[in-house]
């Protein structure tokens, strides 16, 4: 005998009664007449922790218990064992429960690491450059608005480079409109930037920095590395599955510990670590296949990082990798 309560399905009155499982069928006890129901129109609600079962009856009917043990045991003796019975056994252990978070844990660490730059880098090779431009409409402007001031170098100098630039770019044939611009680039110094549409542009205080022209020329070779290997389309693509991730797993982000939240913007770090990579690569290959001197590239970025190649800091928070493993300096001797 199972004891609980009976509800008729007419009203939110409640008798106390029990119920007996038989070979075939239920029988309901303590009401004015025995209630005989056939197992075969029962439902019997799924083990959830010690939350009260309750058995679906013909009519709207429940019957309802807090005996849990019996109806598991009732239940299997009737042979209406079910597939929700194997997954409270399983998460009543915690072994397997803590083996299962460790299984998910990684499955998803390696999807977000390795799983989603693939499907990011598979989607930027099929989608037409006519994405990148739209992702780079207006950008230019916005920048030229809020972050940049207009260039104070010579309209001779830049004509030079821009000349120089059109040779690079003129054997590419990706799709992509490559320009070169110059501004002022203000409190952000000697830098270079790709947008997407293939718009490069470089601050006075970078062209004042570098040395000789192979220096500049090295600069932008790494730029146009990001433009070629589609680094915005796939770091926004990549981005959006990193966080996709997070709050398929985590919830709303928005509300876990500092911790959790901040583990896209480490990977997304190290994305654009990884990108910056490419483009490094690209950069020497461009240069050896042009006779450009590899020691050009050491140059201007040790003499833009101030000389320092250790590495210091908080190289796991750096969008970029560190200069001492881009670029051998004079400090490494």
Same mark, same amino acid.
Request: glycine share 8%; with cysteine.
């Given at each position: 005998?199972? @004891? ?11 008798h106390?009664?029990t119920l ?5 069928a239920?029988t ?5 007449q025995?209630?005989?129901v056939?197992?075969a129109? #029962?439902?019997?609600?799924d083990?959830?922790?010690?939350i ?14 807090a005996?849990?043990d019996? =109806?598991?045991r009732?239940r299997d003796?009737?042979g209406?064992? @079910?597939k929700?019975a194997? =997954?409270?056994w399983?998460?009543?252990?915690w072994p ?9 844990v990684?499955a ?7 799983g989603i730059p693939? =499907?990011?880098s598979? @989607? ?5 450059? !006519? ?6 409409s207006? @950008?230019?402007e916005l920048?030229? !608005?809020?972050v940049f001031?207009?260039s104070?170098l010579?309209?001779?100098?830049q004509?030079e480079?821009?000349a120089?630039?059109?040779q690079?770019?003129? /054997?590419?044939?990706d799709?992509?409109?490559y320009r070169?611009?110059f501004r ?7 830098n270079a ?5 293939g #718009?490069?542009?470089?601050t006075d ?6 040395r000789?022209?192979d220096?500049?020329?090295? =600069?932008?070779?790494?730029e146009?590395?990001?433009v070629?290997g589609?680094?915005?389309l796939?770091?926004m693509?990549e981005a959006?599955?990193?966080?996709a991730m997070s709050?398929?797993?985590l ?9 959790l939240n901040?583990? /896209?913007v480490?990977?997304n770090a190290? #994305?654009?670590?990884?990108?910056e990579?490419e ?5 020497r290959?461009?240069?050896? !296949?042009?006779?450009?001197p590899?020691?050009s ?5 040790c ?6 190649s250790?590495?210091?800091g908080?190289?796991f928070?750096?969008t970029?990798? /560190?200069t001492?493993e881009?670029?051998?300096? !004079?400090?490494?001797?």
């Amino acid at each position: 005998m199972i @004891t609980g309560r009976y509800f008729d399905g007419k009203s939110s009155a409640s008798h106390d009664a029990t119920l007996e499982f038989g070979a075939d069928a239920v029988t309901v006890r303590g009401l004015a007449q025995d209630l005989v129901v056939p197992l075969a129109q #029962i439902d019997i609600s799924d083990r959830i922790a010690n939350i009260a079962r309750r058995i679906a009856l013909p009519g709207g009917a429940l019957f309802e218990t807090a005996d849990n043990d019996a =109806v598991d045991r009732a239940r299997d003796a009737a042979g209406l064992q @079910t597939k929700a019975a194997l =997954v409270h056994w399983l998460e009543s252990r915690w072994p397997i429960s803590l083996a299962a978070l460790a299984l998910v844990v990684i499955a998803a660490f390696s999807f977000m690491r390795w799983g989603i730059p693939a =499907v990011a880098s598979w @989607t930027a090779r099929v989608l037409p450059p !006519e994405v990148d431009r739209a992702i780079g409409s207006g @950008t230019l402007e916005l920048l030229d !608005e809020y972050v940049f001031l207009a260039s104070d170098l010579r309209i001779e100098r830049q004509r030079e480079l821009q000349a120089r630039f059109e040779q690079m770019t003129a /054997p590419l044939r990706d799709g992509h409109e490559y320009r070169l611009e110059f501004r002022d680039g203000g409190d952000i110094g000697a830098n270079a930037f790709a947008l997407p549409s293939g #718009i490069i542009v470089m601050t006075d205080d970078l062209v004042a920095e570098a040395r000789s022209d192979d220096e500049i020329v090295a =600069v932008l070779a790494h730029e146009i590395g990001h433009v070629r290997g589609r680094h915005a389309l796939r770091q926004m693509l990549e981005a959006a599955g990193v966080s996709a991730m997070s709050v398929a797993l985590l919830g709303d982000v928005s509300s876990i510990t500092g911790v959790l939240n901040a583990t /896209p913007v480490l990977l997304n770090a190290k #994305i654009s670590r990884d990108f910056e990579t490419e483009a490094d690569h690209f950069a020497r290959q461009w240069m050896r !296949e042009n006779g450009v001197p590899q020691a050009s590239f050491d140059a201007i970025l040790c003499r833009i990082a101030g000389g320092k190649s250790d590495g210091t800091g908080y190289d796991f928070l750096a969008t970029h990798p /560190p200069t001492r493993e881009r670029a051998k300096c !004079e400090d490494d001797n």
